[in-house]
């Protein structure tokens, strides 16, 4: 798979490249590591959040305008908030509970920002831990082959969809891998607002474009990602990658371009 598509990174010779980079750091590398960790540490402090009208108000992004979300429209439980972390993890770690439909990005002091998402259609059934290795603002999106041979009509996207707000992957992206393989998975936008807090997508969980926005910079480094069926049955509930995922994926690799976490 390290060539998905063409157009698509070689992502061993982009690692090799990197790793070597590290290697040649030494000693003076030192301190942009320490920058590095006090980022890290400041992305899981507990933020003062805005109020809602705020938080889904219509932006400019990257060239791109985004609408408001309509906020009287939202269920508020669906509403990015902060509250009492239940999954007893670092900060840092994102868990996904399948049950709720909610994420959760662990904060310090036992607090996490909790965002509304929706899922798979057929259920998000996997249930085990991926890491983010690279993510990317506004990504193209190309269908796999097996979902163009579903729906031709997709076919003019084979080398790639153009971002914008109308793309399925939304603002920005956030790229699962496993063992070093790319799921296809993803943390990802949608134009769908209305969808959250449903079984809507197809595979991936997805986020109003605002909130994948805010998600997106927090994650700095390689990210650890639990998805549990809930957050109820214990830590363990489904983090030891028990199954295998059961819904279909619906990008074909990581685009040209995307940050290496």
Not at 173 to 201: C, V
Not at 235 to 245: T, Y
């Amino acid at each position: 798979m390290a060539d998905l598509f063409s157009g698509r990174m070689n992502r061993r010779a982009f690692l090799g490249g990197s790793a070597a980079g590290v290697a040649g750091i030494g000693l003076s590398g030192v301190p942009a590591l320490e920058a590095l960790a006090q980022e890290r540490k400041s992305n899981t402090a507990v933020p003062e959040l805005a109020s809602p009208a705020r938080m889904y108000a219509a932006l400019v992004d990257g060239g791109h305008q985004l609408p408001a979300i309509p906020v009287d429209k939202l269920n508020k439980r669906l509403v990015r908030q902060v509250v009492i972390d239940p999954t007893f993890e670092k900060p840092g770690t994102i868990v996904v509970d399948t049950s709720t439909h909610y994420l959760y990005f662990v904060l310090e002091g036992r607090k996490a920002i909790r965002y509304g998402v929706s899922l798979g259609k057929a259920g998000f059934e996997w249930t085990g831990s991926a890491t983010i290795q690279f993510k990317k603002a506004w990504p193209v999106w190309t269908p796999p082959p097996e979902m163009i041979v579903r729906k031709p009509e997709l076919a003019k996207y084979a080398d790639g969809m153009p971002p914008g707000p109308q793309s399925p992957l939304g603002a920005r992206a956030l790229y699962l891998f496993k063992n070093g393989q790319d799921t296809m998975y993803r943390l990802h936008g949608t134009p769908e607002w209305n969808s959250i807090g449903k079984n809507a997508s197809s595979g991936c969980v997805r986020f109003m474009n605002q909130d994948i926005i805010d998600l997106f910079s927090r994650v700095s480094g390689p990210t650890t990602v639990h998805v549990r069926h809930s957050m109820y049955l214990g830590a363990n509930a489904g983090s030891a990658g028990s199954s295998k995922p059961t819904t279909e994926a619906i990008d074909s690799g990581v685009p040209e371009g995307a940050e290496a976490l």
